[in-house]
């Protein structure tokens, strides 16, 4: 009823004429930061209604950083984590990486995005953010709270958009990078635009030896591995009305495997590698149809690609092998109408989605046709904004589903902003979820897709892999997962002034047939357990953030952030309140109730998140200190007392910070020098926390140059 009642008041925004007021100005008396992704079309960030951040190049580059993942978590509300099937054990590599959880979804439920087009690739719901190098980034929008009215499935929790540099004119950038652990890089861009052509080359070659956290077990924690990274953009003014933009991305990467295994009741060596190939291809063309509207024509595609191996040490035998190659092929055409008051646009699309590895169950295929429209209405000489849009996603395999969103800004005075909105998101269940079958020798277990369950079970028995006497009959009806579904809700309040940002907000996420694992009531014949996926939790997330930036003086500014989140499973609490659910002490053996007092919440997720920065910086000597510093707050991360919950104090992580320091030198107009400690206080745990790797220190090199061709 609640769906109903909002999708009937965004038709009847969508269909209203209002009324144009005069708001117009003969001229802006600052330049104000445009977004583009909170409501696919460029916006006044001072305009946007939803949740929305910045990270600019300047930033990027004051940083001194060059992987995604060191950006991202200086971010209010974004929290570097590991799915919580990574581990280090026994040598074993970590499997699934890193992700981003915001407002404390997993980073399965964040749609992270380059120039507007998916990322794919994505292991046990976590894209590798190493993948993205920082050298070409022009600026990354996060966008928060649902977002599946306008980017579909994978936006529950918002959106993260790089967006990279454009063609300019004439420069060409140098960097050279040298850290610890034998780690360098070189970067090189080149960009230039003249009449109606333009360019952009980026190339990025990264490497190191890697780090062993770990030196009681054989192996390292990383292995070595080397990265490259390139992109091409190139523009076209094919006439006064329309314009062409063509882009290409390659990442190429090799990875060292060398790890211990059990081989035979006995310890062995392992040894290979990990080749890993992800290349997109990008064209838009954009037409001006008339002086206030623009059609957008554009077509993306992806492929990923993953294989390792690994041979058993000083033989040719074959331990492991595994494939995984994924693509996407999304045509899409938008159109973009503005008038003085009002501004809208309208999508249509398809997505042509295939996966083929050697851990599902054959070649698998999926499609997805999409519609979306948005109408943004400025009142009250551009006080007041009211946005209100809605999706329509169509799978092969599902019914048509509905997100809509609508959202609200008011600007009473030139300094403060109060802002809400609310919105539905959903996630379909992916290729993983359906059509998995892996089996892992080390750590012992099968994890099995729910629309293979059945089959793979029969097969299973009859071939006597199964114990003696089981009855499977319960599980060979096909269990068809239903799409994740979520309602968000935010309450900003912000204030702005020359030397002053405040930023408060509220949040909450209810979230209902949420897809997890699920321990099967019996094993196969080498006591190996079975695991597959089902519809069960209803979980929500709540909380405040705190933005803070003060500009002290010409020389010192600070910025301060903060989130408190609650993040837990209904049914928990309805157990905990009807005193059905029981713990045991692993040491006395006592059994005892469950109180709300003892229940934490969802594992790995941290009630306090904490950032800051401090900048110092003398221009006249062309010197900037900047300091980093990113908190978490304890949180769960496996279960001793047998209730699955988070409850004691053996079951969590302990808080940690991650402090970094980073001084520039501007040498000449041309060179610049920076040195920098990352991790400075040399926070590691080798098991929770395997990709933190320690103190590092770090030296760049960078070197610029304009017009490198004299013009007479």
Known sequence: MQKLVFYILFLLLANNCFAQIDSSKKSEKLME???????????????????????????????????????????????????????????????????????????????VLIDGEPLVGRNAGILKLGRLATGNIKQIEIVKGPSSSLYGSEAMAGVINILTDLPLNENAQAQLHASSNNTFAQTLSYSNRQEKMGVQLFMNRYSTDGYDLDNTTYGKTIDPYRDWTMNVKLTQTISPKTKMLVSFRNFDSKQDNNYQIIWQTAPAIVKGYTKEKDNSLFTQLTNNTTKNSKLFFRIFYNNYDNNSFVNLENTETRFDETSFIQSILKPEIQLESNSLNRKYIAGIGTYFETIDASRYAGKQKLTTAYTFTQNEWYFLQKKLTLIAGARLDKRTDYSINLSPRIAIAFKPTNHWKFTTSAGYGFKAPDFRHMYLNFYNAQIGYSLIGANILSDELTRLQQSGELENGIDISPYLIKNILLPEKSFGTHLGAAYSSPNLNIEMGLFRNDINNLIDVYLLPFKKTSNRSIYSYHNTNRIYTQGAEFDFKYIVSKHISLALGYQYLEAKDKAVIEEINAGKLYRRDPITYKTSLVTKADYFGLNNRSRNTFNAKITLEDQKRGLLFLFRFAFRGKYAFTDVDGDNIADNDKEFVKSYTIANFTMSKKISNHLTTQVGVDNFLNYTNSLQMPNIAGKLFFINVNYSINHLINKN
């Open 33 to 111: 930061e445009i977004v583009i992704t909170s409501t696919r079309t460029e916006t006044k960030l001072s305009n946007v209604a939803v949740p929305t951040k910045i990270i600019s190049k300047k930033y990027i580059q004051q940083t001194g950083a060059l992987k995604l993942q060191d950006i991202l978590q200086d971010q209010t509300g974004l929290v570097i984590v590991n799915s919580n099937l990574s581990t280090s054990l026994n040598g074993y590599p970590n499997p699934f990486s890193q992700g981003i959880q915001m407002l404390g979804l997993d980073p399965a439920y964040t749609a």
